[in-house]
């Protein structure tokens, strides 16, 4: 596979990052994922604008433009011959001569910037999308800038295995008894033909796959309720779903060990991935 790190496309064996970039020592560093449909990046614009929202949070500055950020994703697409799967770009504050906690000063240390590709055939037609997910309630114990996309992964990476060890598939967190978000992505339940989702703030990332759904929801002439929901009202939901770049619209069947519904998919979650999924490819670049 070909990389891309600081202005070089790379093979991957030959990539190299400093130990004392912050982003290893520090987790100062911030990132986006980028799917891939058919050759085509989807949502291009809303991940960049993202991007830059969340490295002006820390005032950090971007190393490309956005023209040149897309250009590079295209490139890596093409050489790694990605038709559908994703694309994972990283910014960090860069490699002091020395570990600080004061930031560097941008003169000097200058950002330091990574993508790669990750092919996933079948990404679209995924089987846990006719399976639906199981999911595990787990509390919240992530810092309070969950709308900055940064590179401090290790709770939702605990969360994870926490489901896994209990043979399921995610953990929904959960902060003062309501659901902010799943480990990788946003929540969702369905009662009726209305669809209930936490309303944005700085409790969650803003998802880019959050926000195109509940566009194509509204058009097809279902109600949404941006607000908090507990895990006893989600338990009594006539469905649930999560969103992401990676997973789309993937529909929750269980949530801490009871079934929703009859423990299948719903017909809306499924009508919803159905949606995203050609709106997506419409759109892509
Ligand atoms: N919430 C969290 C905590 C995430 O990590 C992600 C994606 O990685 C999302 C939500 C979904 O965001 P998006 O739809 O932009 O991928």
Do not use: C
Request: aromatic letters at 6%.
């Amino acid at each position: 596979r070909t990389v891309y790190v600081n202005g070089e496309y790379l093979p991957e064996t030959e990539a190299k990052v400093s130990i004392f970039d912050r982003a290893f020592l520090m987790a100062d560093g911030v990132y986006e994922v980028t799917s891939v449909l058919g050759g085509k990046l989807i949502d291009f614009d809303g991940h960049a604008r993202r991007l830059q929202r969340s490295l002006g949070e820390l005032e950090m500055q971007s190393p490309v433009t956005t023209e040149e950020l897309l250009e590079i994703h295209r490139e890596l697409v093409r050489v790694n011959e990605v038709d559908e799967g994703m694309i994972y770009l990283q910014i960090t504050r860069g490699a002091p001569d020395d570990r600080d906690f004061v930031f560097p000063d941008p003169e000097t240390t200058a950002p330091t910037i990574v993508l790669f590709t990750q092919s996933k055939p079948g990404l679209a037609d995924s089987p846990k999308a006719k399976e639906g997910m199981k999911v595990i309630s787990i509390e919240d114990q992530r810092w309070s800038r969950r709308d900055i996309k940064t590179v401090q992964l290790l709770y939702p990476s605990m969360g994870k295995m926490m489901a896994k060890k209990a043979g399921k598939d995610d953990a929904w967190m959960v902060e003062d008894g309501s659901v902010t978000e799943g480990t990788s992505n946003n929540a969702y339940i369905v009662k009726g033909d209305t669809i209930v989702t936490r309303g944005l703030s700085n409790d969650i990332l803003h998802g880019i796959t959050r926000a195109a759904v509940l566009r194509f929801a509204e058009e097809a002439q279902m109600k949404v309720e941006e607000r908090p929901f507990t895990i006893e009202e989600a338990q009594g939901a006539d469905e649930a779903f999560i969103t992401s770049a990676s997973t789309f619209v993937m529909p929750v069947v269980e949530i801490d060990g009871v079934a929703l519904g009859d423990g299948t998919p719903g017909p809306r979650a499924a009508r919803l991935r159905e949606i995203y999924l050609e709106e997506s490819r419409k759109t892509a670049i």
